[in-house]
């Protein structure tokens, strides 16, 4: 991120959002505000904006820079694009409560989880995620990590992956993925999922993994957490944690759209070798549909067949 052009408009909100959980606690107070009043804070000087938050002047200052931003006069102007552009009623949409119909309910959750997909687009850097698709094509296996929610975000991963031919597994089980990550080598390519990046079933392997010379991928929220500090290569996902939709759930659909502009990104540059082998794999659930309907009606038409007794 360029330390004097700051995040733009479009990823501003992202970039508040996935540094979050890595602030200290007065730089936190600090971007919810951001979140929660992006008008306020871009209409403030400093002096201002400072008594309204409690914390000295210094510590905003290196909350703007902790975003991206040389300093808070260009916090100020991000935050007044985005303003402009009508973009903080998104910022922090209406949280599910215990009493909100079913309408609202539908309505809460297409928008978050909308806002979820945009705020992990604006921040997928096409230069890294080329990087990790290049790793991926050439690898002669794929390990993925997860537990949770993030479990089957990795098998999700591992089985689009051997759709079109590449060696992948997933590993939701600790002892398991330390067993894998102990027999990879380079040229393998092992990928951490986890909301948080903190999760010690998934840093156990990854540190392991790296050591052995594998090259590493993070799909996190977090992009200063441990799982990103291990990895080769980072891929921020987004997701806004309430009290009915917990930070896993939360950035599981966002975690799934990087798996997928992965997967599509792999069979763009193995088209080939791809394309044979979806057809191969759908081809064979096919015959093996096919034969599962024929068997399932000799069978009903057998027990029609046979006179009943009693």
């Excluded at 985005?82 to 903080?88: C, F, G, K, T």
């Excluded at 390519?189 to 392997?205: I, Y």
């Excluded at 540190?207 to 290569?233: C, F, M, Y």
Aim: proline fraction near 5%; include cysteine; hydrophobic fraction near 45%.
């Amino acid at each position: 991120m360029n330390d004097h052009d700051g995040p733009t408009p479009g990823n501003l909100v992202a970039t508040v959002r996935a540094v979050l959980p890595s602030l200290t606690p007065a730089a936190q107070g600090i971007a919810r505000l951001i979140l929660n009043d992006p008008g306020m804070v871009a209409r403030s000087t400093i002096t201002e904006f400072s008594a309204v938050s409690g914390t000295s002047e210094a510590t905003i200052v290196r909350t703007a820079r902790a975003l991206g931003f040389a300093g808070y006069s260009q916090l100020r102007f991000a935050l007044a694009a985005v303003v402009a552009r009508d973009e903080p009623e998104r910022l922090v949409p209406g949280d599910l409560g215990p009493d909100d119909p079913l309408t609202d309910v539908i309505a809460k959750v297409t928008r978050a989880e909308s806002e979820a997909l945009a705020d992990t687009a604006a921040q997928l850097n096409p230069d890294r995620l080329g990087a990790v698709v290049e790793a991926m094509a050439a690898a002669r296996k794929v390990d993925v990590y997860g537990v949770g929610a993030s479990g089957l975000v990795a098998v999700d991963m591992a089985q689009k992956l051997m759709r079109i031919g590449l060696s992948s597994h997933a590993f939701t089980d600790a002892h398991l993925a330390l067993t894998s990550a102990a027999l990879v080598r380079p040229g393998d390519v092992t990928v951490g999922v986890s909301c948080t990046g903190e999760t010690p079933d998934v840093l156990g392997p990854m540190r392991l993994a790296g050591k052995a010379g594998a090259t590493t991928v993070a799909i996190t929220n977090n992009p200063r957490s441990s799982l990103a500090e291990l990895a080769d290569h980072v891929l921020v996902s987004a997701g806004r944690e309430t009290a009915f939709r917990p930070g896993a759930l939360a950035s599981r659909i966002s975690q799934l759209l990087i798996v997928d502009c992965i997967f599509v990104g792999i069979a763009q540059r193995t088209f080939a070798t791809s394309d044979a082998a979806l057809r191969a794999t759908r081809d064979a659930l096919d015959e093996f549909l096919t034969d599962t309907r024929r068997r399932n009606k000799v069978t009903q038409n057998h027990e029609r067949a046979e006179p009943r007794t009693g």
